[in-house]
């Protein structure tokens, strides 16, 4: 079957650092995305990791464990501007996508 | 324009009408896809176009009929609608390195959707 987690919402507090987890279930594995999506706009790709290990790009870092069937995206030095909704999705092995349901992230100052 | 541009941006439609979204990518990629998006749910693909062809359904209602008729343009025709219908409708576009296929190099090009309210 396929199956695709992350949390419904989380708080953190701007210039703190934040993760947010994906887990997921799947018998074939093509790579993992994470998109941010701030609300009333389109989804935008933030990064792709397909082997295992941790992936960074400036202040955000993707982490990939295929063995755990486990990933986080991490944000540093969180700016007020970093509160929108970040979806996980995993390409399965007939090159899918199968989408979480997205983590809607709030910055308080 | 630059990327991906939907139209109208919000539409609200009675149950009997018809009407269309319109989707136009900028970008030279050669597939186009439809998405819904409703709160606090997955993402869920609605069509695929791939060179040009229709490569997938997730049994979709017939309500909803796509038409790409260029690799840059794609319409979700409306019809009929239920008020469940109402959501996010995306569009995306992306660049498959290979016919019928999409590698997991093939980034998702989304537009800012159109907003859907069916009363």
Redesign the interface.
């Known amino acids: 079957g396929q199956n695709i987690d992350q949390p419904t919402e989380m708080t953190a507090t701007e210039g703190a650092i934040v993760q947010i987890n994906c887990t997921y279930q799947t018998s074939g594995f093509n790579g993992l995305f994470w998109y941010q999506q701030h609300a009333g706009e389109a989804p935008t790709f933030l990064s792709y990791n397909v082997l295992d290990g941790l992936e960074e790009k400036g202040r955000f870092s993707s982490f990939l464990s295929r063995s755990k069937g486990y990933s986080y995206l991490l944000l540093k030095e969180l700016q007020m501007k970093d509160s929108a909704s970040y979806l996980c999705a995993y390409m399965d092995s007939n090159y899918q996508l199968i989408w979480g349901a997205g983590t809607k992230l709030i910055i308080k100052p | 324009e630059t990327?991906?541009t939907q139209t109208p941006r919000h539409l609200v439609m009675g149950m009997t009408n018809k009407k269309s979204l319109k989707c136009e990518q900028h970008l030279g990629h050669n597939a186009m896809y439809w998405y819904k998006q409703s709160a606090?749910?997955?993402?869920e693909?609605m069509f695929v176009y791939n060179f040009k062809e229709q490569t997938e359904n997730n049994s979709v209602p017939s309500r909803f009929s796509p038409e790409c008729p260029n690799s840059s343009h794609l319409f979700l025709h409306l019809h009929t609608l239920q008020p469940e219908d109402s959501a996010l409708y995306?569009c995306a576009s992306s660049q498959d390195e290979e016919q019928g296929?999409?590698?997991?190099?093939n980034?998702?090009?989304?537009?800012?959707?159109s907003r859907l309210t069916v009363l």
């Open positions: 990327g991906v606090k749910k997955p993402l693909l995306l296929t999409t590698s997991g190099a980034v998702l090009t989304f537009g800012a959707g």
